[in-house]
């Protein structure tokens, strides 16, 4: 239906476009009327005096679908008791209803026998809302297509008929889409503030269960505990005391991140000095293209590996030396990550070495120092900034990872150095979280914006603290 | 002159280092891309037995006369247990379910779906290659040892006996498996295939594009050509900056909790997956055309002003056409980044066991990625094999990708 909707949308767009530029083009030829804008502008001014009202109201039907259809089905006629219904319950039953709204109305014949059984079992209140549901669905449905074809020709005869010689289309048309392109500049605003708010909003939410400081400071991570208590009985306290502790968290984290980065920053950092000073164009066209494959290349794709072979392989290899390894082991994980943030430490460095000017390096070698000893005294101190604002893009990075520490790192929490031993990370708690449930109401579920926005604020400080650096050192060369 | 040597040596050694440096990173792209064809290229060929099928219309309870809807309601799982005892005589009932064992579970399907096909053979018997199991499978490709104790194998001593029988009998053989990239998930690997997941991945991409490109184009459109730099536009830039940081996981995270939670979005759709995709790629959209928009001279939009263009018209008519071909690189790699992005599916419910191929960005569907990683979570070898076949897929999408914004870049872009 909507697919349809918008295909027709498309259609009569593109005839009002023709008919106001037609009537511009009649008024001007045949009626010697002097226009004061080009004939095409008119065709705009009609295609949005009949789009954007009708596209506006959609919006609104959209957003409102969900008010409209509780209004509709869920009348206190049907339901008596419905004020006094819990939200947990209201979803249920509407999600019954949903799932009855499908089937009510087929002929008997066509209904396998699961489904009989659904109707039979449910109540005649229920079947009478589930139908008026099925209409719902089809008014609106009727609704939104009169909006896409109705409003929009009625609107554009309306625009089609202003056309005169002195209707001035053009800074109407151009006011509009100056707006258009506004909107459109803020949206970017709009998304930063959504991820705040959606961020903040679950987290007080959490917060209202967990005491802040409980979260900050325990050490304990058992969110199991707080599912076995019944969401609508409230909460003991005491259970929930040291469920939510986000120190293993944090510092599984920085585990793996500093794994990762024990291998990311050598191998990138001097892969990119070997292809920015030392090697021929040939083999920096060969070179260059490879490595940066490993970038492009899913992280789901590592979490497999990382699964896989790598956590068996170090644990053969550490058992064959004699030392206990996990088969989650954060040094999998953290590897695979390293693995994964070469390119990214390597082409950030490639950018800050080649802006250091060539003067700095001739100057050097006119001294008499060999290439390496250029390198290490002079060109690695003058891109020293740049150099430390992309180590610190690249922790950033790999504090956000999820999906390698999804699939290659413990679930269970644990507070270690030890990169042998299995840890787990914020992000992969978020995911364990939520994976299958969806209801905002337990603690073990809205903890998961909690840990978003501690995760949001980590890398946004990381982030900002990584341009400041750079955004210095440029100033000097510039 | 001993200091000069060391030096020397010293110049030599640290070459070596970022030698080193580059072949390991080399190394780990051969490493990776090895591993995964390895373990991967299984899951292209299926294995099959040859079987006389009798389609007795007793077992089925349908005529020549029957209508299809009737064939389709029709249950086919006593007929696929008559063709068993059939192909394989006098088994007692324990040999029995062991040989039925070594046969698809799926198995009545693929004769509903012959038959559906085919309505005239009703009583009429055929040789129909029937899959195997995955177990089986797996011995036929050598992923399982034939050669371990009884009691580590999935696939017993009898059920072998029998496997070398049919195999002397050159009844097993291995067909190219249309299965992978034709149905949806299953929960027995033999039968499952990706085509789902990538309509699912399709249709998020669509939403993406047609969210984030349009979006992203105004923007830095406004950015560039109509607003002069000042507060705003340093907020606006700091912002795309920040957003392009962001983890992945935290778009998810904005996905479930506005667009599912407040907005009322239905959960595991392509819709809000594509719309959380496309909230990703928009910074990366915006940053590469803003730059391909800043590399149009002045000269062009001076000439256009000149002779009398608006601003409006200067952008429109000459600018945007002239950065487009940048606007579309940037947009195409942003896209591939969307595709291979894993964690805001999860976030957003599109890692759900999903059979039925997704009709549209409103059915529940799985995504390229999430079903990668749903395979990978199963402890069959089976899906093993199917979750590297995935990757490749998923791999050749993004060269596809890749190569196309090269393309673009090489072909179309105008150097000034």
């Not at chain 1, 009727?142 to 625009?159: D, K, Q, R």
């Not at chain 1, 001035?168 to 459109?184: D, F, L, M, R």
């Not at chain 1, 290439?371 to 900034?385: C, D, H, N």
């Not at chain 2, 830095?220 to 700091?238: A, N, R």
Request: aromatic share 10%; hydrophobic share 50%; glycine share 8%.
């Amino acid at each position: 239906m909507i697919y349809f909707a918008l295909l027709i949308l498309v259609i009569i767009s593109y005839l009002f476009y023709y008919i106001g530029k037609k009537r511009a083009l009649n008024l001007k030829f045949n009626g010697n009327i002097k226009l004061s804008s080009q004939p095409d502008y008119f065709g705009y001014y009609v295609v949005l005096m009949a789009l954007i009202p009708a596209l506006l109201m959609w919006f609104g039907l959209l957003l409102f679908k969900g008010n409209f259809q509780e209004m509709f089905v869920m009348s206190p006629i049907l339901f008596p008791d419905i004020s006094t219904w819990s939200d947990g319950k209201l979803g249920l039953i509407l999600n019954k209803l949903n799932n009855l709204s499908v089937i009510v109305n087929l002929p008997l014949d066509d209904l396998t026998n699961g489904e009989k059984s659904i109707l039979n079992m449910a109540s005649e209140n229920e079947l009478t809302a589930a139908k008026n549901l099925a209409n719902f669905d089809k008014i609106y449905g009727w609704s939104n297509l009169t909006l896409f074809i109705i409003l929009p020709i009625i609107l554009g005869f309306l625009a089609t008929r202003s056309i005169s010689g002195k209707l001035n289309a053009q800074p109407i048309v151009e006011k509009i889409i100056t707006y258009i392109i506004k909107g459109s500049s803020y949206i970017a605003i709009l998304i930063t503030i959504g991820i705040f708010l959606s961020l903040v909003f679950e987290a007080i939410n959490f917060f209202r269960y967990v005491n802040p400081v409980d979260f900050f400071f325990s050490t304990g991570w058992n969110p199991n505990r707080a599912f076995v208590v019944d969401a609508s009985e409230g909460f003991d306290k005491d259970d929930l005391e040291n469920a939510f502790g986000f120190i293993p968290l944090l510092t599984g984290t920085l585990l793996i991140a500093t794994v990762a980065m024990i291998v990311a920053i050598p191998l990138g950092l001097m892969s990119a000095i070997y292809l920015a000073e030392y090697a021929s164009k040939r083999v920096r066209d060969i070179a260059k293209p490879i490595i940066e494959i490993l970038a492009g290349i899913p992280t789901v794709v590592y979490g497999f590996f990382a699964a896989l072979s790598l956590a068996p392989f170090i644990k053969d290899v550490g058992e064959s030396v004699g030392l206990p390894v996990s088969a989650e082991s954060a040094l999998a994980a953290g590897l695979a990550m390293g693995v994964m943030i070469i390119p990214f430490v390597s082409s950030l460095s490639d950018d800050v070495i080649k802006a250091v000017p060539q003067s700095l390096r001739d100057g050097s070698y006119a001294l008499g120092a060999t290439r390496s000893e250029t390198i290490k005294k002079v060109i690695l101190p003058a891109a020293l900034a740049g150099i430390m604002g992309s180590f610190l893009l690249a922790v950033s990075r790999a504090i956000g990872e999820t999906m390698i520490v999804v699939m290659a790192a413990s679930l269970r929490a644990n507070l270690t150095f030890n990169p042998l031993e299995p840890a787990t990370t914020i992000t992969t708690q978020i995911v364990t979280s939520l994976i299958g449930d969806v209801e905002f109401d337990n603690p073990k579920t809205l903890v998961a914006f909690a840990l978003g926005l501690t995760l949001f604020l980590m890398t946004l400080l990381l982030n900002i603290l990584a341009i400041t650096i750079v955004k210095k050192y440029r100033e000097k060369y510039e | 002159m001993n200091s000069l040597n060391k030096r020397l040596s010293a110049e030599k050694r640290f070459q070596a280092y970022g030698l080193f440096a580059v072949a390991l990173s080399m190394f780990f792209v051969l490493i990776l891309m090895w591993k995964i064809f390895s373990t991967g290229s299984g899951a292209f060929v299926r294995t099959t037995i040859e079987a006389n099928v009798f389609f007795n219309p007793d077992f089925i309870q349908v005529n020549q006369n029957s209508l299809e809807k009737e064939l389709y309601r029709a249950s086919y799982v006593a007929l696929a247990d008559e063709v068993v005892r059939q192909n394989h005589p006098n088994l007692n009932e324990e040999q029995f379910i062991k040989v039925r064992e070594m046969y698809t579970r799926k198995f009545d399907y693929q004769l509903r779906d012959y038959l559906l096909d085919n309505p005239d053979k009703i009583g009429q018997s055929i040789i129909m290659k029937i899959t195997a199991s995955s177990d089986l499978d797996q011995i036929v490709k050598g992923n399982y040892p034939r050669d371990v104790p009884e009691a580590q194998r999935k696939i017993n001593d009898y059920q072998l006996s029998v496997l070398d029988k049919l195999t002397s009998e050159g009844k097993v053989s291995s067909v190219f498996n249309f299965w992978f990239f034709t149905k949806g998930d299953s929960r027995d690997p033999e039968t499952a295939g990706i085509w789902g997941a990538v309509m699912g991945s399709l249709y998020a991409l669509i939403i993406c594009f047609s969210f984030a490109f349009p979006i992203g184009l105004l923007a830095s459109v406004y950015l560039e050509e109509f607003v002069k730099p000042g507060k705003v536009t340093d907020i606006i830039e700091v912002n795309i900056n920040n957003l392009a940081a962001v983890p992945s996981i935290v778009f998810g995270l904005l996905g479930l909790g506005m667009l599912i939670g407040v907005i009322g979005l239905p959960y595991q759709v392509p819709l809000v997956g594509g719309l959380v995709l496309g909230f990703m790629t928009l910074p990366t959209i915006i940053i590469a055309s803003r730059a391909s928009l800043r590399s149009v001279p002045p000269s062009i939009r001076e000439g256009a002003l000149a002779v009398g263009a608006t601003k409006m018209q200067t952008v429109f008519h000459h600018v945007i056409p002239l950065s487009l071909p940048g606007t579309l690189t940037g947009t195409i790699i942003g896209m591939a980044q969307a595709l291979g992005e894993t964690a805001p599916l999860l976030m957003i419910g599109m890692v759900a066991f999903v059979m039925e191929i997704p009709g549209g960005p409103l059915d529940p569907a799985t995504g390229l990625p999430s079903q990668i990683y749903l395979w990978s979570e199963s402890a069959e070898r089976g899906f093993l094999e199917k979750t590297s076949a995935g990757i490749m897929l998923l791999l050749l999408f993004l060269i596809i990708m890749n190569t196309a914004a090269v393309l673009i870049r090489r072909r179309l872009e105008v150097k000034w």
